[in-house]
């Protein structure tokens, strides 16, 4: 049985600033830094960033079903904002899902708005569609806000010196 579930995240940056995150290996870097309880750790196996990319998510501990899988980026389009990564090694592959994908779309809405659609996309076998239950987007509902209150944080920090800086001596 083949399904999909997808989320999407209305954000006040525009899209190349989300893409800087999501379009690169920073977000491995980030995600178990910002989120501890969802990723203990991201660890690239393989690649720089781009198609062929191999990643290793580690799960914090007590995280029902899954301790770890690899997945590889199988599409990394820089000009349409599109990041395509599968699951290629434990995981949800260790609970009879012969796939499983994660794609990330920024959309631009506006010239300071864009939307974060995060989709996953499955093929489980028939003698383990119950399975199909474990497959949910808020973890990356979860990641889509958090990320997007990261690059506004990074963005305040960056013009809080430059405001200050322009202010005359009184």
Partial sequence: MEG????EFEADLTAAEVWEVYGS????QLLPQLLPDL?????LVDGDGGVGTVLLLTFPP?????????EKFVKVDNENYVKEAIAVEGGYLNYGFKKYLVRFE?????DETSVIRSTIEYE????????????????????AEAITRH??????????PKQTSDRQPE
């Fill in 39 to 43: 990723l203990s750790k991201v660890e």
């Fill in 151 to 160: 690059i506004k944080e990074q963005k305040s920090a960056e013009q809080a």
């Fill in 4 to 7: 999909s579930l997808c989320h």
């Fill in 106 to 110: 920024i959309i631009e809405k506006t």
């Fill in 25 to 28: 290996l920073l977000i491995g």
């Fill in 124 to 143: 489980v076998d028939e003698e383990h569609i119950s399975n199909i239950s474990f497959v949910s987007t808020s973890s990356l509902a979860t990641i």
């Fill in 62 to 70: 007590g995280t029902t079903g899954l301790e770890s899988y690899k």
